[in-house]
């Protein structure tokens, strides 16, 4: 009987995490007007080179304002701001083979766990953006490891270690706006 009801156990914990990942999917395809990336053309300001002298861990410029993830693509490093503008936490990230484009986005789906679009099971899933149907969002692997995403696959999950994953997850909320920078 044991083995039984850990057979049932597990087709229903694959059941919900295919549900899971399926609804992300479906809500970071059907995002409202309001909450989608801006346009090209109001994203040309977000793009940027560091220049030489630079702290790499510096909020990078023209990345917004107000409270905000900024994550940058060059430098694989996410910074959570605060309203006031003041940095409460940056760290490096993993990025996935498919990255989203620079612009504002805003967050619009979380899952507290989920199997990511390389078959890796991951936590405080923060969904932000879809390209041409792959979900973008940060993620963290629940057994702690972050291995470059094969770049043969489409995955967009961004990668963050559990503590940073945990940090982001209190930070980025349901609507949450997120700022992607070359």
């Given amino acids: ?35 989608r990336p801006s346009e090209p053309g109001a994203a040309a300001a977000l793009h940027q080179t560091p220049r ?18 900024v994550y940058a693509l060059g430098a694989d490093r996410v910074w959570l701001v605060e309203g006031s503008g003041r940095v409460r936490r940056t760290f490096g990230v ?20 989920a199997t990511g679009s390389d078959g890796v099971p ?3 899933v923060v969904l932000f953006a879809s390209v041409e149907g792959t979900a973008i969002g940060f993620s963290a692997e629940v057994d702690g490891s972050a291995p470059r995403p094969d770049p043969e696959e489409r995955t967009g999950g961004i990668r ?6 945990a940090a982001m997850w209190d930070f980025a909320t349901i609507g949450r706006k997120v700022v992607v920078v070359r």
């Fill in 52 to 69: 030489e002298g630079d702290h790499p861990t510096a909020l990078p410029a023209r990345s917004g304002t107000g409270e905000r993830v």
């Fill in 160 to 165: 963050e270690t559990r503590e940073d994953g």
């Fill in 1 to 35: 009987m044991t083995g039984t009801s850990s057979m049932i156990v597990a087709g229903l914990t694959a059941a919900a995490l295919a549900t899971v990942g399926h609804l992300g999917h479906r809500a970071a395809v059907t995002v409202p007007a309001e909450l």
């Fill in 122 to 124: 991951v936590e405080h």
């Fill in 94 to 113: 993993t990025p996935s083979s498919v990255d989203p484009a620079p612009g504002t986005y805003r967050v619009t789906s979380r899952s507290g766990t």
